[in-house]
Nanobody, 123 residues
Framework: QVQLGESGGGVAQSGGSLRLSCAASGIGVGSYCIGWFRQAPGKERDGVSCFSSTDGSKHYADSVKGRFTITRDTVKNTVDLQMNKLKPEDTAVYYC????????????????WGQGTQVTVSS
């Protein structure tokens, strides 16, 4: 049974930092594409970043490039998202997701999802 669990959400001030962690069980993060997504109230779920399992490449949404960094620890079986220079528009519920074959930041490609963690950035 595949399970994904997010942690690390909370409240930060604009310009501050938070680090999210996605712990996986039932799969190896080195064998699956692990993505981070976010959904703000009344908006669609958008891709933030993903770590490809096929070539180890990392992908970022334009809105977070240069501010967010995705990392992977295959020993701990976790994928983290370091979020720096946070902005109020980063406020959302953040989800991690996994799929063996996903290659993009489109949510429909991912089969497994965590429950989400709230990130709130105050101005």
């Amino acid at each position: 049974q595949v399970q994904l669990g997010e942690s690390g959400g909370g409240v930060a001030q604009s310009g501050g930092s938070l680090r999210l962690s996605c712990a996986a069980s039932g799969i190896g993060v080195g064998s699956y594409c692990i993505g981070w997504f976010r959904q703000a109230p009344g908006k669609e779920r958008d891709g933030v970043s993903c770590f490809s399992s096929t070539d180890g490449s990392k992908h970022y949404a334009d809105s977070v490039k240069g501010r967010f960094t995705i990392t992977r620890d295959t020993v701990k079986n976790t994928v983290d998202l370091q979020m720096n220079k946070l902005k109020p528009e980063d406020t959302a519920v953040y989800y991690c997701a996994a799929d063996r074959l996903a290659t993009t930041l489109w949510a429909y490609e991912y089969d497994y999802w965590g429950q989400g963690t709230q990130v709130t950035v105050s101005s």
